[in-house]
């Protein structure tokens, strides 16, 4: 009986150590450049903690994408992702980060080398990310104060990428469980911030929340590509208002 109590104390003793540790060994450094304040940083994380929910986009077209963004931003969303998988993404990007600045937080994402992140960040994303677990970008970012959302599968990708400097973590594609995965993951591992995408939906994006998950992604259940072909904005914007709904009583995320 006292060894085990005695296991028990060391384990949540070494819970706590884990948890305190700063994310990166990466040094900030404010004279580099697009290196952004430290308020800014944590503007953009606070935001993620109160709204947990990000639309991200991918259309075939360039012009659905402005139409498609619009729909949800008009069902509610106050964090929406454009991916560089869209024609014209940057441009679009820019548009709505002009036209929403201050009210709706734009990111953008299928970021896959440093190059990438810098024509985001000149095009006005206020935070990146990418489908895999990509150290270089993670400590490109981390070095600036620009928050990096990057991809893992694996709950050793989720931790490197917390170890390279990524205050949250994408959970991508979608894994067997879903929100009880979340759930072990996010217990065995407090330090992480996890980001499910793939496998979130209208119905069941609430129940990631309350399972451990600090924000969701939607993908194609908010952007139905149906109703994209259709043109049926209406829909995407019924859809928006849905998942809003179903997550609004949940409340925010506690950040590490």
Known sequence: M????????????????????????TAVDSSLDRAKSKEDYDRVLQTFAEIRTCAVLRTPTSDACPKAMQACIDGGFKIVEFTLTTPNCLDHLTNFREKYDGD??????????????????DAGAEFIIT???LPDVIEWCAARNIVIVPGCQ????????YRHGAPLQ????????????????SSALPMLSI?????????????????????????????????????????????????MANVKDVGPYVRK
Not at 2 to 25: E, H, P
Not at 104 to 121: F, L, Q
Not at 213 to 219: D, K, N, P, R
């Open 195 to 243: 980001n499910p995408t793939s496998g979130v939906d209208l119905d069941n994006a609430a129940t990631y929340l309350t399972h451990g998950a600090a924000s969701v992604g939607l993908v194609a259940p908010l952007f139905d590509p149906v109703a994209i072909a259709n043109g049926d904005w209406d829909q995407i914007a019924k859809n928006a208002a849905k998942v």
């Open 170 to 185: 994408k959970l991508f594609p979608g894994v067997t469980g879903g929100p009880m995965w979340v759930k072990a993951v």
């Open 131 to 133: 489908p895999v677990m």
């Open 154 to 161: 694996t709950p050793t990708e989720l931790v490197n990428a």
């Open 104 to 121: 709706v937080m734009v990111g953008c994402g299928t970021i896959m080398n440093t190059a990438d992140a810098e024509a985001a960040v």
């Open 2 to 25: 006292a060894l085990r109590l005695a296991s028990s104390t060391v384990f949540r003793q070494s819970n706590k150590i884990i948890a305190s540790r700063s994310l990166s060994t």
